[in-house]
């Protein structure tokens, strides 16, 4: 967005104070959403009796709506203004959450996370932008850090709530009770937010941007969808691959020739912008994808209560707090140093988690959390100042674009081949171990070694194929982390690659 003159100095402090809260509560609220239902998935997944690579569905498709809505939040608000479109996507917003919880099907609930996705999108951008403009250049520091610690605390704040209340009363109510807080920050905006920005819109390329959800919409569906139709196997699937390939192909050319496209492709010959899209893409697959896979692993595999659940995922926000003590001071000393020592932070606590067994404690989950945790918060300072540090002022908005499309992108899409990884060499596992479970096995005819998993009984076959449900299950989550660990390694040599010196203004 544009800055215009800021008119804080009208302002009284009272009403400035006001306002920053009210902002703080707006974005409190979409990362609260965004944890809790990680935290509640495995409970969700009972309720609506839906299978692992089904329930994913909730994370991704939210997601996915994300991605496509960020880069349409500045047009939006230049159409319609800062403060009707704010206290509109706060109504929204809780809207959708409140039928989220609501719904009885799980094709209900994954239209409701794509509706609170799109409403969503835009709190933290436009957010961030109307206090940049509101308050004068020599607060910016004070006031974006003051924000900052609530909007990372959403995360954290969400995760506990989500947890303590699908364990005390329902996953429903933890939906629910989004809606005071809601409330709290609309009325907060409404009262003390101007108008602002109204008749600003620029030209929108509806040939690029609606090419490009499409390419989006239909690549994540056969993400989603392969598992459960086996594949190239499917019509629908082949449908699928051949109208995103289609749609991604009317995307290139179009912004290619097109003298004013969505998103301007020419950037991308900038190599440090390149560079950091790469690095956001898979900044975005390691960030969330191990909060959606340790909630259904903790409780289905462990029998750990989601309030637990909830305080151990919370681990990963405490590390992301004590990242914002050192992340300026690495960065100002070497920007290439920094990022490597995030990415290897996430190289650690994965090879943990890929080290882990059924006797897995509470230590090793919040242990691993916090050490990602903290890696995600010193990676994403030198990541978007290698990304934007050669990149001229003009192409700011498009670049922004790319940069939180690509990040979201890279969650929804590694969640996808996760879940689908788990769920597969879960079963191809099973399917070995069960060759062990016969007559002819040493171990099974000996009564002192085999106790109550008997091959004698009905009774013991069963026990035995659970215990080896839950030890292939295992496998499959392990194999899982080794794929996230090969990821996180795989991107610390294009750390070399980045152009460094005055041009750029990136440290080595």
């Not at 206290?87 to 959708?96: A, D, K, L, M």
């Not at 462990?302 to 926000?317: M, T």
């Amino acid at each position: 967005m544009t800055a215009i003159p800021s008119e804080s100095e009208s302002l009284p402090l009272f009403r400035q104070v006001m306002l920053l809260v009210s902002l703080s509560v707006s974005t409190l609220i979409y990362g609260m959403a965004l944890t809790m239902a990680n935290v509640l998935l495995p409970q969700i997944q009972g309720s609506l009796s839906a299978t692992q690579d089904q329930i994913a569905w909730v994370v991704t498709f939210h997601l996915v709506a994300v991605a496509v809505a960020t880069p349409l939040s500045g047009w939006v608000a230049g159409l319609i203004g800062r403060k009707r479109f704010l206290t509109g996507t706060i109504v929204c917003f809780v809207i959708s959450t409140v039928l989220c919880g609501a719904s009885d099907s799980l094709t209900e609930l994954v239209v409701w996370r794509i509706a609170q996705g799109l409403f969503g999108a835009p709190l933290m951008p436009l957010v961030q932008a109307i206090i940049l403009d509101v308050y004068p250049r020599r607060n910016h520091a004070l006031v974006t850090m003051l924000w900052g610690l609530v909007a990372v605390s959403g995360p954290f704040t969400g995760a506990i709530f989500g947890g303590y209340v699908g364990e005390l009363i329902d996953w429903r109510w933890a939906f629910y009770l989004v809606t005071p807080i809601g409330i709290l920050a609309w009325t907060g905006c409404q009262i003390f937010l101007t108008e602002g920005w109204r008749g600003r819109t620029e030209h929108m390329d509806w040939t690029g941007f609606l090419s490009l959800i499409i390419a989006i919409g239909t690549f994540q569906l056969m993400l989603d969808r392969g598992l459960r139709l086996d594949w190239f196997e499917s019509t629908e699937i082949i449908i699928e691959a051949v109208v995103a390939a289609l749609a991604f192909y009317i995307f290139l050319v179009h912004s290619l020739t097109a003298q004013r496209p969505f998103l301007n492709l020419r950037i991308l010959r900038n190599r440090n912008f390149s560079l950091g899209l790469i690095f956001a893409f898979i900044f975005g697959a390691l960030y969330l994808t191990p909060m959606v896979l340790y909630p259904t692993l903790l409780q289905d595999l462990r029998d750990f209560p989601e309030s637990v659940i909830g305080v151990l995922l919370s681990a990963r926000a405490v590390g992301n707090w004590f990242s914002f003590l050192v992340v300026v001071q690495l960065t100002h000393f070497s920007t290439r140093l920094t990022i490597t020592m995030g990415f290897l932070c996430q190289l650690l606590g994965g090879l943990w988690m890929a080290s882990l067994d059924m006797n897995l404690t509470l230590w090793d989950v919040i242990w691993t959390n916090a050490i990602q945790g903290f890696g995600t918060g010193i990676i994403y300072v030198p990541m978007t100042i290698i990304a934007f540090s050669a990149l001229s002022s003009r192409d700011f908005a498009e670049g922004s674009a790319m940069f939180h499309l690509l990040r979201n992108m890279g969650s929804a899409i590694f969640i996808s081949v996760s879940v689908t990884l788990v769920v597969t060499s879960g079963n191809a596992s099973y399917a070995g171990l069960t060759e062990f479970a016969s007559t002819f096995s040493e171990l099974l005819r000996n009564p002192g070694l085999v106790g109550a998993w008997s091959i004698e009984n009905p009774g013991g076959l069963l026990g035995l194929s659970g215990e080896m449900q839950r030890q292939a299950a295992m496998i499959g989550y392990i194999n899982a982390f080794h794929l996230f660990n090969i990821l996180a390694c795989a991107v610390i040599p294009l750390v070399l690659l980045v152009q460094t010196g005055g041009e750029t203004g990136v440290r080595r």
